[in-house]
T-cell receptor, first 113, second 115 residues
């Protein structure tokens, strides 16, 4: 079965705090891709990162970082020194062999000033 | 990155009428386009996959006669919600893939309200 689980439905943190969004996936494929998308209140999906299954290196992009661990089937996303503009819904997603993107239920992140 | 344009961004229609939503890939040829539906505070659910020049493949539970998908060219796919009802009110979003890259680019979405 192909599945993406984001156990945190909603998180609130105070500005400047660090926050980690969890993502656990299930797939039988040996080759797959994982994504994170941001959906601000306006609705559009903003691409943040893509990671293929053979690349377990962690990645850092500014205040964003991602921790991919195949051993635990997790692809967690951390925002460092959070800002109010980071408030949005964040989706973790899995691309399967059929080229279909399967989304998790999303985590609604509130950054409080 | 590649640009996918979706139009209209918002539409309000009367119950019983049909609404057409367009999804265009502006700077690449989209061999495959996907249509998703998102209810308020819910995740995106894949409705159908369309390949240029062939019939769309619908996910289980999606009525193909109600949600007509046409992918007539490599840059345009349309979703027509026929005989719309209030329960069809939702956020519809398309994505396009060139088939070369695993990246799928998303349109801005269409918020449909049926009154």
């Amino acid at each position: 079965a192909q599945k993406v689980t984001q156990a945190q439905t909603e998180i609130s943190v105070v500005e400047k705090e660090d926050v980690t969004l969890d993502c656990v996936y299930e797939t039988r494929d040996t080759t797959y891709y994982l994504f994170w998308y941001k959906q601000p209140p306006s609705g559009e999906l903003v691409f943040l990162i893509r990671r293929n299954s053979f690349d377990e290196q962690n990645e850092i992009s500014g205040r964003y970082s991602w921790n991919f661990q195949k051993s635990t089937s997790s692809f967690n996303f951390t925002i460092t020194a959070s800002q109010v503009v980071d408030s949005a819904v964040y989706f973790c997603a899995l691309l399967n062999r059929d080229d279909k993107i399967i989304f998790g239920k999303g985590t609604r992140l509130h950054i409080l000033p | 990155g590649a640009v996918v344009s979706q139009h209209p961004s918002r539409v309000i229609c009367k119950s019983g009428t049909s609404v057409k939503i367009e999804c265009r890939s502006l700077d690449f040829q989209a061999t495959t386009m996907f249509w998703y539906r998102q209810f308020p505070k819910q995740s995106l659910m894949l409705m159908a996959t369309s390949n240029e020049g062939s019939k769309a493949t619908y996910e289980q539970g999606v009525e193909k006669d109600k949600f007509l998908i046409n992918h007539a060219s490599l840059t345009l796919s349309t979703l027509t919600v026929t005989s719309a009802h209030p329960e069809d009110s939702s956020f519809y979003i398309c994505s396009a893939s060139s088939g070369v890259s695993t990246l799928a680019f998303f349109g801005q979405g269409t918020r449909l309200t049926v009154v």
